[in-house]
């Protein structure tokens, strides 16, 4: 009698409040067993289709791009500064515009890199949690800000400032592009780079007050090599930033097909891959070796970008092991 009238209560009685009783009938069972697996295969099909995204968009670039590294080769193409498509025959030399990539992306990253460090470092373990709560935040929403409203501030603020109060021949260059780009690539750096030295815990930071460091040892010491694979991580996500860039490349850069002579001159104007497919893709005859030598500089620019992308997964797998404990 005792056992029915519990087995009742069990009956009646709900899952953790909700609704769905401890004790399923064969048919709620089974209509339970058919939900779970129709989400499990819808949420398996929506991860799928942005791989297959991601996949396709390699196919494509990667046919639209094989008709010039067929006919034209690697050879010229990586070793030449010459980019002449009209001319006849054209030449590809995309040397010119790796190095303009490259410059824009290491000064921005010599300017970011310090200041997004110091700011995470302040945020994580300086800063109090309410003003931490409001500054963060704020922060993130440069990332919400447009890139072409970034260059236009940079062709209306930063060129004529720099022409008149730094004497540079020209305001559109290297450091004009470089410190707009450092700006964008802020919020990635500080948002990842504060998370993983969050993310150490305070255990370590206690055990070095423990030892009789102080709040500047325990950061440089301990803190900052602990959470070293997420900063490297940060930094790679900040130069994807910078490198996959375009509107401000283009507009703040100089748009010039050349090596910057001395090299440490900054002032002189640049161009850059994002910025050539950007400048040259619209006015392209379709199928032309010109709009496929275009499309052999996105396949370059794609797997670099996707290399950095796995490195910086890499690190933040890393960086997540030790938060667990894990090796």
């Not at 930094?235 to 002579?261: F, H």
């Amino acid at each position: 009698m005792a056992s029915e009238k519990q087995l009742s209560i069990y009956e009646d009685s709900t899952a953790a409040g909700f609704s769905r009783p401890l004790l399923l009938t064969p048919s709620e069972d089974l209509k339970g067993y058919i939900a779970a697996h129709v989400g499990r295969l819808l949420l398996f099909g929506i991860t799928c289709v942005s791989v297959l995204a991601v996949l396709f968009i390699f196919i494509f670039v990667i046919r639209e791009s094989l008709g010039f590294l067929l006919g034209h080769g690697l050879g010229g193409f990586l070793t030449s500064t010459a980019w002449h498509p009209e001319s006849e025959p054209g030449e590809f030399g995309a040397v010119g515009m790796i190095t303009g990539s490259v410059y824009v992306t290491v000064c921005s990253l010599l300017v970011a890199v310090p200041i997004g460090l110091l700011a995470a470092v302040f945020l994580s373990d300086i800063a109090p949690f309410k003003v931490r709560q409001y500054v963060k935040p704020i922060i993130e929403i440069l990332a919400a800000i447009p890139s072409v409203a970034y260059g236009f501030f940079a062709l209306l603020v930063l060129s004529p400032l720099m022409q008149n109060e730094l004497g540079f021949t020209t305001g559109t260059n290297i450091l004009n592009a470089s410190v707009i780009l450092a700006v964008m690539a802020l919020p990635t750096i500080i948002s990842v780079a504060e998370d993983s030295l969050s993310a150490i815990g305070r255990e370590i930071r206690e055990a070095s007050y423990g030892l009789g460091a102080t709040r500047a040892e325990t950061i440089i010491k301990v803190v900052i090599p602990a959470a070293h694979s997420g900063i490297i991580a940060a930094v790679i996500l900040g130069m994807m930033r910078a490198v996959g860039e375009t509107m401000v490349v283009w507009m703040a850069a100089g748009n010039a097909n050349q090596i910057p002579s001395p090299w440490w001159n900054l002032s002189a104007a640049v161009r850059t891959m994002t910025a050539t497919i950007a400048g040259d893709m619209g006015e392209t005859v379709q199928g032309s070796m010109h709009y496929r030598a275009l499309f052999a500089i996105g396949l370059l620019l794609l797997a670099f970008t996707f290399t950095l992308n796995m490195i910086s997964e890499h690190l933040l797998a890393r960086a997540r092991r030790v938060k667990g404990g894990g090796k």
